[in-house]
């Protein structure tokens, strides 16, 4: 808890169990709880994690093993936020990327300036590779075109944001299109309550589970499709 205010964090995983105790270990003592979910993961992290659990009051090792084209980040980061207690929520990456220390620097923005949502933008960055950083402009552009939204990381994987517009969200890709998702609804059902934030991407831990070409190609079709097709809601997880 920070400034009275109770934040949970949320991180998605799949075959992190090399991982996983470090990256917890390191998480700040402010968060209240901390939710990994497991999607579709083939190695040790389901029991590292009820390892962890043994250990940690505050970790809770969650299992969703849907997937969407063999994709299950949406559906890991859904079951999360819903079963997430605390008035404020930090979504971010298992692999160590994001700064979720970051955290009470963002509340105290988020309160000076009343928003609801923020999205942790990672660029502009000299440091990151300029493929991705040319991938990323491309998602950018073509969101600013469609939905005249101007925004600086359109594939950000840190959120903060309140837990009672959760709902307001509308959540339903299960797949890497929930990152465009969660900030397209944020912006057009938040309005003026949204906002991205500059942030400090890390080295990653392990190796990424994209496919960067595969991966862009798919948001773009998606961003352009959702423009002008309305998402169908999907079942939560039990």
């Not at 009820?50 to 969650?62: A, H, M, V, Y």
């Not at 160590?96 to 988020?110: C, R, S, V």
């Not at 402009?137 to 969101?143: D, K, S, W």
């Not at 469609?146 to 517009?165: A, E, N, P, Q, T």
Request: aromatic share 10%; net charge positive; charged share 25%.
């Amino acid at each position: 808890m920070i400034n009275g205010c109770s934040v949970s964090l949320v991180m998605p995983c799949r075959n992190e169990s090399k991982y996983l105790a470090a990256l917890v270990k390191d998480v700040p003592s402010f968060y209240d709880e901390i939710l990994c979910v497991s999607n579709k993961s083939t190695d040790e992290t389901v029991q590292v994690g009820r390892q962890i659990e043994k250990g940690d009051k505050r970790f809770r090792l969650l299992i969703d093993d849907r997937v969407s084209g063999g994709i299950g980040y949406g559906f890991a980061h859904m079951t999360g936020i819903q079963m997430a207690r605390s008035e404020y929520i930090v979504c971010a990456d298992s692999d160590g990327t994001y700064p979720i220390e970051d955290f009470p620097q963002i509340l105290k923005q988020m309160i000076e300036r009343d928003l609801s949502f923020v999205s942790c933008s990672r660029y502009p960055d000299k440091e990151i590779p300029p493929q991705l950083q040319l991938g990323v402009r491309a998602l950018n552009l073509e969101i600013m075109l469609l939905y005249w939204f101007k925004i600086h990381d359109s594939l950000s994987g840190m959120w903060v944001f309140r837990k009672d517009v959760v709902p307001e969200l509308r959540l339903t890709e299960g797949d890497w299109n929930l990152s465009p998702q969660i900030k397209l609804n944020a912006h057009k059902y938040l309005g003026k309550k949204f906002a991205e934030i500059k942030v400090k991407q890390r080295l990653r831990l392990g190796e990424t589970k994209q496919s960067y070409l595969k991966t862009g190609i798919k948001h773009l079709i998606w961003i352009a499709k959702n423009r002008f097709v309305e998402p169908k809601s999907v079942q939560q997880a039990d």
